[in-house]
């Protein structure tokens, strides 16, 4: 089975975009139309999207966030990142745990997740001063979203949110950033 990578690109764009026409969610997520069609009939079968004659909303962002995150784990498990030591900056996203240190959350972005947009980029990015995180090569969709913070990249927070569920760490703390995010909006 392969990894639902695509399936991302579907809860990205709806985290992003809010309430949504199934038709602009395709275009946004450049993918074909029955597929995103298929993907919003899921989500609302599981509870997590209402679809209101074509156009998606989230009701639930919890729900909506606990159910990419087991979509995450299916994905972690796929597509294998490497642990690397690396020296945060702006060409890379932080999510998970390291997202949560670039905002000032936690003291060290170590064991955290870290995307890059080619597998090359690695090489590069390496340091032996760094933090150990676990860095995957992924797909470019995430860091059309990126938002900077101070100096460094993170994906949209419904992401961050389903890195750190996938990562195992449920606790106050998810409990905390959920909240500060949408009661911003869901930015």
């Not at 959350?105 to 947009?117: C, E, F, I, Q, T």
């Not at 913070?149 to 569920?165: E, H, K, T, Y």
């Amino acid at each position: 089975m392969r990894p639902p990578t695509r399936r991302e690109r579907v809860y990205i764009a709806l985290w992003e975009l809010g309430r949504v026409r199934v038709a602009e969610l395709s275009r946004v997520a450049e993918l074909p139309y029955p597929y995103v069609h298929r993907e919003i009939r899921r989500l609302e079968r599981e509870g997590a999207v209402v679809n209101n004659a074509g156009t998606v909303e989230i009701p639930d962002r919890k729900a909506f966030v606990m159910l990419w995150a087991e979509d995450k784990r299916k994905i972690f498990e796929r597509v294998k990142g490497m642990r690397v030591k690396l020296l945060p900056g702006p060409e890379i996203l932080l999510s998970g745990s390291a997202a949560l240190w670039a905002i000032g959350k936690v003291l060290s972005p170590a064991g955290g997740v870290a995307y890059v947009r080619k597998p090359e980029e690695v090489a590069r990015l390496k340091s032996a001063r760094g933090y150990p995180m676990t860095l995957y090569s992924y797909d470019d969709f995430a860091f059309r979203f990126a938002k900077r913070v101070g100096r460094f990249s993170l994906p949209p927070w419904g992401m961050i949110l389903a890195d750190l569920l996938a990562q195992g760490m449920y606790t106050r703390l998810f409990e905390e950033v959920f909240e500060e995010v949408v009661e911003n909006g869901g930015g």
